[in-house]
């Protein structure tokens, strides 16, 4: 059965016989504002406003639901501290190179990892944020100071600094882990620096696992020396040392800090001590030796000059052996007393908040 359709009311009718189903049509005084009910006109409606101005608390936590909306949807515009690309060597090793973009954020996180919050420095690599510490102290800021300071009588008690040489290869040795930190990624593990300038050993570990860390893709092994004769260190200390770890002389090191490095990344005890077991393979295994060197030496030749004789360590395909460099501006000691004095000036600037 059809039902046609009455004009004006759509498809709705009155019942199933054919016609129209009418209805009164509105008084021709009103006018175009009023609803159909005659005692009712929209100027009459009153509606309650929000109210933005009630107490100082309902204030207060609008105003923080609103920079954390905000802030959720900006992006970090921070660019990195260091500038990183890759450069030609030779056949037998690839090369990285460094260059201070932002001296000042870099300064603040040497200061931050000398306050021994290496994890938190990692953190503001990874989201680009203003350099700044999780928490401040004085005690820490004052050790902090200490191994910022270069002291000729740094043997003197009470302590009050490290010789020069101690005092830069600990900030070249944040230089290098924050130029890890870029170059490979947020998800790579990675050894902290040596809090002490005086401690000895592995100066850096990295370790990359596969996507679903069932297994250990990569290790890297790091030699970063800040120098006055590169090439004399290159030959007489770097390759030894990478000779020792290549031969598997001293793998009782490189085996713990690795377990260490995979039980903080959240796997259990038991899978991190199998995968730590990885680090030993050396079809696995990249070596990279790490120096600061002057403008005049920043060239592909120099380079070559410098890292004669990686082959040594064979067995390897090219991008296992990776030459680094940081180019800094004048000489280098006046540089990493710059960047020292940076750092504890705004070691200076915190106050207390833990």
């Not at 503001?124 to 191994?147: M, N, T």
Request: glycine fraction near 6%.
């Amino acid at each position: 059965m059809l039902f046609p359709v009455t004009r004006g009311r759509g498809d709705l009718v009155r019942n199933v016989r054919s016609g129209p189903n009418p209805r009164p049509l509105p008084p021709k005084s009103l006018r175009a504002l009023d609803i159909y009910t005659s005692d009712l006109h929209l100027d009459n409606i009153k509606a309650r406003t929000r109210n933005f101005h009630g107490s100082a608390a309902a204030r207060a936590k609008h105003m923080a639901n609103a920079v954390e909306v905000e802030s959720a949807i900006l992006p970090a515009t921070r660019s990195p501290p260091l500038s990183t690309q890759p450069v030609s060597i030779d056949a037998d090793c690839v090369g990285d190179r460094w260059t201070a973009h932002d001296g000042t954020s870099l300064a603040k996180l040497i200061a931050i990892i000398a306050m021994g919050q290496a994890a938190y420095a990692a953190y503001i690599l990874k989201e680009l944020l203003p350099a700044a510490p999780a928490f401040s102290d004085a005690d820490l800021r004052q050790e902090a100071r200490v191994r910022m300071t270069a002291r000729d009588d740094a043997k003197k008690a009470p302590r009050t600094g490290y010789p020069r040489w101690q005092r830069d290869g600990f900030i070249f040795e944040a230089i290098s882990w924050i130029a890890a930190r870029q170059v490979y990624g947020k998800d790579v593990l990675l050894k902290d620096p040596h809090v002490s300038a005086t401690s000895q050993g592995l100066d850096g570990l990295m370790i990359e696992l596969a996507d679903d860390r069932s297994e250990v893709v990569m290790t890297t092994i790091f030699e970063d020396k800040c120098t006055d004769d590169p090439r004399g260190t290159f030959l007489q200390k770097v390759i030894p040392a990478f000779l020792d770890r290549h031969n598997n002389k001293r793998s009782a090191e490189l085996v713990a800090t690795a377990s260490a490095l995979l039980r903080m990344s959240g796997i259990d005890e038991r899978a991190a001590a199998k995968l730590a077991a990885n680090v030993m393979d050396r079809t696995q295994r990249r070596y990279r030796a790490a120096f600061a060197l002057t403008k005049d030496q920043d060239s592909e030749a120099e380079r070559q000059k410098l890292f004669k004789g990686y082959g040594a360590l064979d067995g390897l395909t090219q991008d296992q052996r990776v030459g680094a460099i940081l180019i800094v501006d004048g000489n280098i000691r006046d540089w990493f007393e710059n960047l020292a004095v940076q750092a504890i000036a705004y070691l200076d600037e915190l106050v207390d908040n833990a």
